[in-house]
């Protein structure tokens, strides 16, 4: 983002911890009454005054709306979608300045995964995802995604992010996070570190560690810090290439760090963490669905076997936008050939049907990869 957008924001979300907790320790406040805030606010999802959060200090009272304002949060749903089969809903968030973004709800039935019959009903509990944005906008550049042809208008912060989860809470109780909506997470760092440990403390949101994801195109340092920041933590890639050449011609970032260096990246993660790491491969027809790219993301992946999973997202033409480049879906056949190929040299690969149920990657294309 251009860095200032944060700097110029008339007031942040109370939602916002070390913002808060900053005004708190300037006033000689005790912390503790933050918890209370936080608490009442994602309860009654984000509405209302400081002056609805009973038993504060009178001090509170005061000093709270001159730095955050007379509301509690920040931002509005002006739009909301949900699909015909009622399992994606899209949620258009405006912010106080006017910037926008989108978050997505995916619902599916957790252990029996989803239908493959017309009218048929799955037994099994109902988990939804949440796909949220931590940028308006993105500079990574990837030409099969509109969002990142728009170029970087702005970050969003850690208050802004974790409101896209108290309005989805509002609609359908969330179970798992997935940071694959607009914008790249690693680029807007420490606002996403401070999201997620909202959304995993267990006196706030209370979400396990092993139902967020962060997903990104490859921010060589921060992937290497969020292993120590946030080990517990989903990590996924968007690597979309078996090699530097290629990888170059669909995401230009690339250039900014290389395939190998990526790669040992993504192999110190794991030896900080310990956890699996998810590789996002969306399929190109005729551009890095062939089976020589197969062999040669076998290759890649091969030294990594144990800890790496592969989710081949086959390209949607129908969720591009005005800017992404012109790409055609794969052929059914190619997923086929390709996935047979990376399960032969022993590679782990999530079916198709699921891959292609959770088709929604960074407003062209989110994905869940729980």
Not at 105 to 127: F, V
Not at 257 to 267: E, I, W
Not at 340 to 349: R, W
Request: hydrophobic letters at 40%; proline letters at 6%; glycine letters at 6%.
């Amino acid at each position: 983002m251009p860095p200032s957008r944060v700097k110029k924001l008339a007031r942040h979300s109370v939602l916002d911890e070390h913002r808060l907790l900053e005004l708190f320790k300037r006033n000689g406040i005790k912390s503790c009454h933050a918890m209370t805030i936080w608490k009442h606010s994602i309860l009654h999802g984000i509405q209302g005054t400081i002056a609805d959060i009973p038993e504060l200090p009178k001090k509170v009272y005061e000093v709270v709306p001159q730095e955050f304002g007379d509301s509690l949060g920040t931002s509005k749903i002006v739009e909301q979608n949900t699909s015909s089969d009622g399992t994606t809903t899209k949620i258009l968030l405006e912010f106080q300045d006017g910037l926008r973004a989108e978050s997505v709800i995916m619902r599916y039935d957790s252990a029996l995964g989803r239908n493959t019959e017309a009218n048929a009903s799955r037994a099994g509990n109902k988990r939804a995802t949440l796909c949220v944005s931590s940028q308006v906008g993105c500079q990574m550049g990837c030409t099969f995604c509109a969002t990142g042809t728009m170029g970087l208008i702005g970050d969003l912060t850690a208050g802004e992010i974790l409101e896209q989860l108290v309005m989805a809470n509002k609609i359908t109780p969330i179970r798992n996070i997935v940071f694959m909506g607009m914008g790249e997470p690693l680029n807007n760092y420490a606002e996403v570190v401070g999201a997620v440990n909202a959304m995993i403390d267990p006196r706030r949101f209370g979400l396990s560690p092993a139902h967020v994801t962060v997903s990104t195109v490859g921010v060589v340092p921060r992937i290497i810090q969020m292993a120590e920041d946030l080990p517990a933590v989903n990590f996924a890639l968007s690597l979309h290439a078996p090699t530097q050449e290629l990888r170059v011609k669909i995401v230009p970032s690339a250039k900014a760090f290389p395939l190998d260096k990526l790669m040992a990246a993504v192999d110190r993660h794991h030896e900080i963490s310990g956890r699996a790491v998810f590789i996002e491969y969306v399929m190109l027809s005729e551009v890095n669905d062939g089976e020589e790219q197969a062999r040669q993301l076998a290759e890649l992946l091969t030294p990594r076997k144990g800890h790496v999973t592969v989710n081949l997202i086959p390209w949607n033409p129908m969720l591009a936008k005005d800017g992404a480049e012109p790409f055609d879906a794969p052929n059914p056949d190619n997923i086929q050939r390709f996935q047979i190929t990376l399960k032969e040299c022993g590679i782990p690969v999530l079916p198709p049907p699921r891959a292609l149920s959770l088709a929604h990657r960074r407003i062209c294309q989110h994905i869940d990869s729980l």
